[in-house]
C-alpha cells in the first residue's frame, strides 16, 4: 500500500491486521475504535485507512477537507449513539510535537473528562499548537 509505514500501529489496526483492536466504525475511508487510554466518558479515536502522519501533511484542498469532514461526522455518529447522556463533545487533533502517535487521529471526547485533569491534554496553545478543534482545522482546509 502506497506511504503505509509497516511499524505504524494504527496501520495495522486499519488493515485489521491487529488482534484485540475491534472497530466502531469502518467504510473504505476511515476506521473508528476506542482510545486504549481514554480520558473521558467516551474517548474513541477516528483515523483514515491511508497513512497520514499529521495535521502539517494536511492541505486546503477539497480531498483533504472531505476527509477530515468525513472523520468528524463518524466521531459525531458514534459519540451520540454511545454517549447521548454527555452535555458537551469534542473533537479535535494534536499537532506536532504534542501528538503521540505518527498516525493522523480525530479525538472524539464526550464529556466529562475523567479524571478532571486530563483536560490538560486537550489546551489549544495558541502559536505553539497543542490541540486544534477539527472545526477549525476544517476552516483551514476548506478550499477558496
Ligand atoms: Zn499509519
Ligand atoms: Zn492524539
Same mark, same amino acid.
Given at each position: ?24 466504525? *469502518?467504510?473504505? $475511508? ?8 481514554? =480520558?473521558?466518558?467516551? &474517548?474513541? !479515536? ?6 497520514? *502522519?499529521?495535521? $502539517? ?8 477537507? =472531505?476527509?477530515?469532514? &468525513?472523520? !468528524? ?72
Amino acid at each position: 500500500m502506497a506511504g503505509a509505514t509497516p511499524a505504524c500501529i494504527f496501520c495495522q489496526i486499519a488493515a485489521r491486521s491487529s488482534t484485540s483492536t475491534s472497530l466502531l466504525h *469502518s467504510d473504505d $475511508r476511515v476506521v473508528a475504535f476506542e482510545d486504549i487510554n481514554p =480520558s473521558a466518558l467516551r &474517548h474513541y !479515536l477516528v483515523i483514515p485507512v491511508e497513512h497520514i *502522519s499529521t495535521v $502539517r501533511n494536511l492541505k486546503r484542498r477539497a480531498e483533504d477537507y =472531505s476527509l477530515v469532514s &468525513h472523520m !468528524l461526522d463518524v466521531g459525531r455518529t458514534l459519540l451520540q449513539r454511545d454517549a447521548p447522556q454527555s452535555k458537551q463533545y469534542r473533537f479535535g487533533f494534536h499537532q506536532p510535537p504534542f501528538n503521540s502517535v505518527n498516525h493522523l487521529h480525530l479525538h472524539c471526547l464526550a464529556l466529562p473528562f475523567i479524571p478532571r485533569w486530563k483536560h490538560m491534554k486537550y489546551l489549544s496553545l495558541g502559536p505553539l499548537g497543542g490541540f486544534i478543534e477539527a472545526e477549525k482545522l476544517l476552516d483551514k482546509l476548506k478550499p477558496e
